[in-house]
């Protein structure tokens, strides 16, 4: 198993829009549609953003929104916020009961 | 609310074994809707799932492939716990190591508390 592919940062001012993809393969991302993302702020635990590609947990803006296209899955950042700025990681499925992570996407606001 | 805490040594000599405990409270690790999980941390590899241990009117026990031959979960019900062992460590596996629940959102299990993390170094 190798981690997902993520870019190492993203940027973008307040309000705008910003895109993490997520890489993996048939055997991860494209194989099952368990596709999960995390915040994870500096000193702190990785806090649950996006599950099942597409949902978001009670509590998380509406602003964090998931896709998926074959192998690459993405989270979108609409209306940038100061508090965004955090690390993002991507996790999937990678069946016999195992799950990958990505390698982490910094995302700084301007 | 749930809360995890977790305790162990933070530095571990090469070849020897690292131990963490994570306690559980606000539930139970005998839970039938939750598993208990082991996830590290570190620059060069970001975060890796290691492994879990759950029960389903028996224990069970997942494992990832990098770590399978060296690696045993194992829950303590008398004091609410479950623990990590993982043997002939090298400094690769410095890192910060955390415990984390998962619980069903939607069709799958996703980690939702985490504990606060302990960071382990492997050096002589």
């Known amino acids: 198993q190798s981690a997902l592919t993520q870019p190492a940062s993203v940027s973008g001012s307040p309000g705008q829009s910003i895109t993490i993809s997520c890489t993996g393969t048939?055997?991860?991302?494209?194989?099952?549609?368990?596709v999960s993302w995390y915040q994870q702020h500096p000193g702190t635990a990785p806090k649950l953003m996006i599950y099942?590609?597409?949902k978001r947990p009670s509590g998380v803006s509406n602003r964090f929104s998931g896709s998926k296209s074959g192998n690459t899955a993405s989270l979108t950042i609409s209306g940038l916020q100061a508090e965004d700025e955090a690390d993002y990681y991507c996790?999937?499925?990678?069946?016999?009961?195992?799950?990958?992570f990505g390698g982490g996407t910094k995302l700084t606001v301007l | 609310q749930v809360q995890l805490q977790q305790s162990g040594p933070g530095l571990v000599k090469p070849s020897q074994t690292l131990s963490l405990t994570c306690d559980i409270s606000?539930?139970?690790?005998?839970?039938?809707?939750?598993?208990w999980n082991w996830i590290r941390q570190s620059p060069s590899r970001g975060l890796e799932w290691l492994g879990r241990?759950?029960?389903?009117?028996?224990?069970?026990?997942d494992y990832a492939v990098s770590v399978k031959s060296r690696i045993t979960i194992n829950p303590d019900t008398s004091k609410n716990q479950f623990s990590l062992q993982l043997n002939s460590v090298t400094p690769e596996d410095t890192a910060v190591y955390y415990c984390?629940?998962?619980?069903?959102?939607?069709?799958?299990?996703?980690?939702?508390?985490w504990g606060k993390g302990t960071t382990i170094t492997v050096s002589s």
């Open positions: 996790c999937s499925y990678a069946g016999s009961s195992t799950w990958v």
């Open positions: 048939s055997s991860d991302v494209g194989g099952f549609n368990y």
């Open positions: 099942d590609v597409i």
């Open positions: 606000g539930d139970s690790v005998s839970s039938n809707s939750a598993t």
């Open positions: 241990t759950y029960y389903r009117s028996k224990w069970s026990n």
């Open positions: 984390a629940r998962s619980i069903v959102y939607g069709n799958e299990y996703y980690m939702d508390v």
